[in-house]
């Protein structure tokens, strides 16, 4: 049997050039027209699975985005590691700032570039080339290894909560892992072990029934962008809180041991700014900037349209304006609370001349992990293996909508081994996973697999 | 020779297919992918007018869309009329609410329907065919006539009044027609007497380098979509005034007199409301609807864009965001002033994070009529003998920008006779043009070029 840093040696080659495969299928799960795309994914991944030697089949959901299940050779008695993953990405625009083609993922650097190579795709090939390492080395892993990966992640369906709900006999485990996490900062590898929730809505205002010369109409007829602009422009006070009467009812300050956690964390505001390419920010009052983002609730704007957006300028009052936005929430927060009393909120705020339509678009709660499990010392070791240090347990500003639903239907005993970094640009343009992550990934993964057998 | 109603039975035919030749051309200024458009209604008009016996040729101005000069045989001695009219037009979108092509001109149920129908193509040409008339029945009208049309009206440019600025020798006249306004309502012929100016602008926020992960930075880097929201949102307080500090020192209240006109007019709110396809709408405290529309400024945002705007969600703070908007402005009041003003306003609110860019897309001010001057009369009198009935004299919401220029830098005695309506969708969708005004507008123009003469 070769160790798993030999194998890597002679099959590093083969690896890449099967993630590149994986990477080039654009299997954008929000776009309708990209629906071909993600069953071709899905496809893609059980014909992976079956020429490893596990079995798999792909299961259909709502959304038509199947799910993967894969499984390796059944060992009576042996306990069960359930992987989890999403083979779905980001839509890609806005595309002129990519510098590279988007599904025509390079490698440059040390980097490989590409929509995916970073979430989640690059981390959750890490998984599977665990398992090819195992069964091409040994048959098969030394304990039962399951696999679920979805199609639906990055489009807030809820696809894969029902499949769960529905599946629980074949997806039972004893321990489940995952990739879709950030490490802390480069060098710094990390176990999530708090993800915040996330309500994603689209609100869109009627106003006249077709655009209309605001030289004609101005003054006197409603105008949605405008009404927009000033209810959404009231969801923060002057401390940057969110004005929804009861917002904050649910959330928990830190204790005294989650403050002294998140100051041991090697954080640099400035660093964090430049990141961004930002020279600061702002934010909730009395919080530091790591507060900021991993432990309180957020609102942010995602994308607004409304009226004439062409060249030049077009003197009118739009007929309609809409908004996307979303809540990050933190653990206690409902999603469906939220969702009622921001209707309440917005309602009370339309005008006369004016008709409001609310989409909840995606809601789900933020998590919590509990630390003192056996299998997550398992995880520590696994990763101290695989990356050279042992890693920090942090909380994360990001949402694993499935996550809760996992703790709660599956097992507790849920392990979030994060590989990516913070600044591979996950949503936007240039999107990028570091090659030396992805090696320590299939590393910290092989030895998981060793450490969890060793558990029973 | 043939009086103006005969001829109209005879020549009803050859006018509208000509006007259709001319609606045809999208002469659409504020898109360049229509420049050549423009230049080619431009040479559409300098042949029109060369075929009916004036001399014609078009001035090159800043724009590429050339200015068209026209002017009938000399006659010395003869006082001089010059006809102001624009041959460009609005943008389209949103094209799927038009029911018919919007350059494909049809007549339905005695409508012409078509971009620019109403704005300003076929009001424009209601003073062509007067020409026409003159020609064939005289050879030539009693006065001396000019014709400036120019194609940058829609695209709120300068190059207009620049070229009027430069050629005061060429268009030096005694009297200025133009039908660029809207009649009170239907049934209702009007003399526009008050005319709002309009500032435009387009204002960018811009954030992170690129969009970023909102779960990663939400909380701390400071998202532009928001701030513009919030931003904007404050440009009205709760009496809906306009909150940039002095925006309302130099408008002056309406005068006894003016409020007693006010009155005068027929004026329908809830008519007026329905016209715009709501059951009312909201506008300056202790104001009427018709005070509001006319005599009052006012602040629309036309257009606004930013972040993620496809189906579904992406969960980002977007790196940029924009609004294009514009404020109505009443005489006295500067747009330079505004400008600075403005500009000022918004700085003082930018956050840290975000970088501002305020483009400012055209301006120009209000305008007030001189009633007691003898064309005033004259141009009555045709109203009288087009419409059947005596004109109404009204201040407009909207804005031509030119009128103020014409004012100062070739006559006082400037008429603008009013021929569209207010329902027409001058802006928007179905742009229409009732051809019982077309037809009334030729006739009041034949005999407001006999009344002028007889003023001499």
């Known amino acids: 049997m070769l160790s798993i840093t030999d194998y890597l040696s002679e099959n590093s080659e083969i690896l890449k050039k099967e993630l590149f495969e994986l990477l080039r299928i654009p299997s954008i799960s929000a776009q309708t027209e990209h629906e071909e795309d993600c ?8 014909d992976y699975f079956l020429k490893i030697g596990f079995s798999s089949q792909l299961f259909p959901v709502s959304t038509n985005h199947p799910m993967v299940y894969a499984e390796s050779p059944f060992i009576p008695g042996a306990k069960t590691l359930l992987i989890y993953g999403h083979y779905d990405v980001q839509p890609v625009d806005p595309l002129e700032l990519w510098e590279t083609a988007p599904f025509e993922p390079v490698e440059k650097d040390g980097y490989l570039y ?3 190579t970073s979430d989640d795709k690059g981390p959750l090939f890490t998984h599977i080339a665990a398992a090819k390492f195992w069964m091409s080395q040994e048959n098969r892993p030394h304990l039962n290894v399951k696999f ?37 900062a480069p060098g710094c590898p990390s176990i999530t072990c708090g993800l915040r929730g996330v309500a994603a809505y689209e609100l869109t205002l009627f106003g006249p029934r077709q655009d209309l010369h605001s030289g004609m109409f101005g003054g006197a007829v409603t105008n949605p962008c405008t009404i927009l602009m000033e209810i959404l422009g009231e969801m ?4 940057r809180r969110i004005t929804i009467p009861g917002f ?6 830190l204790s005294p041991e989650d403050e002294e956690q998140l100051r041991f964390l090697p954080f640099d505001d400035a660093a964090f700014f430049e990141s961004a390419g930002v020279s600061g920010g702002i934010g909730e009052a009395d919080m530091s900037v790591l507060e900021r983002i991993t432990t309180r609730p957020t609102f942010d704007i995602n994308g607004i349209t409304g009226g004439y957006q062409g060249e030049g300028g077009k003197t009118i009052i739009p007929a309609k304006a809409s908004a996307k936005f979303t809540f990050r929430l933190v653990p206690n927060q409902d999603p469906e609370w939220l969702t ?5 909120w917005l309602e009370e705020r339309i005008p006369e001349g004016i008709e409001m339509k609310l989409d909840v678009e995606g809601t789900s709660g933020g998590y919590l992990l509990d630390l003192d499990r056996p299998c997550m010392k398992a995880a520590a070791h696994a990763m101290e293996f695989g990356f050279g240090r042992s890693p920090f347990f942090v909380r994360e500003g990001g949402s694993i909508p499935i996550v809760a639903a996992f703790s709660k239907l599956l097992t507790p005993n849920v392990m979030l081994l994060a590989y990516s970094q913070k600044t591979d640009n996950a949503h936007g343009p ?16 092989v030895k998981l697999w060793q450490e969890l057998t060793a558990l029973d």
């Open 39 to 46: 069953r071709k994914t899905a496809e893609w991944l059980r």
């Open 114 to 116: 590409g929509r995916g």
């Open 148 to 184: 679920i990966l979805e199609g639906d992640e990055e489009s807030s369906g809820s696809a894969t909560e029902i499949f769960v709900r529905e599946h629980t006999d074949l997806l039972s485990c004893d321990y489940l892992a995952l990739s879709d996490s950030t490490q802390f």
């Open 236 to 239: 923060h006070d002057s401390d």
């Open 248 to 253: 904050y009812d649910a959330v928990k300050r």
């Open 340 to 344: 009622a009393a921001l209707s309440h």
């Open 430 to 445: 240039n999107e990028h996973f570091c090659l030396t992550d992805f090696w320590r990934g299939i590393k910290t993964n």
